[in-house]
């Protein structure tokens, strides 16, 4: 029997995210290969092996980065957002937060809460 | 709409079933995503102004302000504007998944668009400069404008599902920071 996939509400975004990396990565390799030229033309030239060297660099770091995402959006199954109520409050005889499903004051022996 | 008319993504409580956004609403997102990218190409004229404080310091640092802080504390929240249209003035409930797919095709259509801009702006050095700078920023750009504006897009569908606003923030923020560390490379390169 297969274990069960964490539940992560984060999975929303992997898939939008891990295409739109997969995408930036050829746009790193595009700017390492074509803003040198384009820079010369426009009269503001860069230095190319900085450029060239940022792009590969980059497109690395967005290609694992997506691969991450990928697999993070295999991995998980999609969690759903539950709104957290309120856990403790304070007794209302000696001020200490205390949570909500006690009974009795653990500090003053109150059972005045409410 | 015909979401609203058949009672399915109408919820103004937030406890009905979410539908799946409709064709319209991918091309709603897209559209007000390529109309403020085209406003915003032409940006600087408009948000420029609210980094003039730094001019009195250094006139070099003023341009990477603008793009480092000024640009992405505006554009961020403004490419979004159709997913906020969605959510609350057609009072449409989607799964935060969907919100995210809405926010990434408003990214893609700002950068889509304001690529255009920035191509056509530099036609006078030649076709072959405007099309190298269309196709290295439609790799480039367009999927950073996506990325942030997926990040917002899912806030959106956090804020939806809890009914708290302040949850949209920590997305935002993020978005805004990714933003603005690209520029700041692009900056210092």
Not at chain 1, 26 to 32: K, S, T, V
Request: aromatic share 10%; with cysteine.
């Amino acid at each position: 029997m297969k274990p069960a996939r964490r539940s992560s509400l984060l999975r929303a975004v992997t898939l939008p995210l891990s295409i739109l990396l997969f995408w930036q990565a050829l746009g790193w390799i595009a700017f390492g290969l074509l803003e040198p030229a384009i820079s010369r033309s426009v009269g503001s030239p860069v230095d190319a092996s900085l450029v060239l060297t940022v792009g590969i660099v980059m497109a690395i770091v967005a290609a694992a980065l997506g691969s991450f995402f990928l697999y993070y959006h295999a991995a998980t199954s999609q969690g759903d957002f539950v709104p957290h109520g309120k856990t403790v409050h304070k007794c209302l005889n000696c001020g200490h937060t205390i949570p909500i499903d006690t009974s009795t004051c653990p500090y003053c022996g109150s059972r005045t809460l409410f | 709409m015909e979401g609203m008319k058949a009672g399915h993504g109408l919820d103004p409580t937030g406890f009905s079933p979410a539908a799946r956004p409709r064709r319209a609403h991918y091309v709603i997102c897209l559209g007000i995503g390529a109309t403020v990218g085209f406003v915003a190409a032409f940006g600087e004229s408009f948000y420029a102004p609210l980094a003039f404080p730094v001019l009195i310091f250094s006139q070099a640092l003023f341009s990477i302000v603008v793009a480092v802080a000024v640009a992405p504390l505006v554009e961020e929240p403004a490419k979004s504007l159709g997913l906020l249209l969605l959510k609350e003035e057609e009072k449409l409930t989607f799964e935060i998944a969907d919100w995210t797919i809405l926010g990434a095709l408003s990214g893609i259509g700002f950068g889509f668009m304001e690529n255009v801009v920035y191509a056509l702006g530099v036609l006078g050095y030649g076709v072959n400069v405007s099309l190298s700078l269309f196709l290295m920023r439609g790799l480039l750009t367009a999927p950073l404008h996506g990325i942030t504006a997926t990040l917002t897009g899912f806030g959106i569908g956090l804020w939806q599902k809890s009914g708290n606003a302040r949850l949209l923030l920590i997305p935002l923020i993020a978005a805004m920071v990714i933003h603005g560390s690209f520029n700041l490379l692009a900056s210092i390169i």
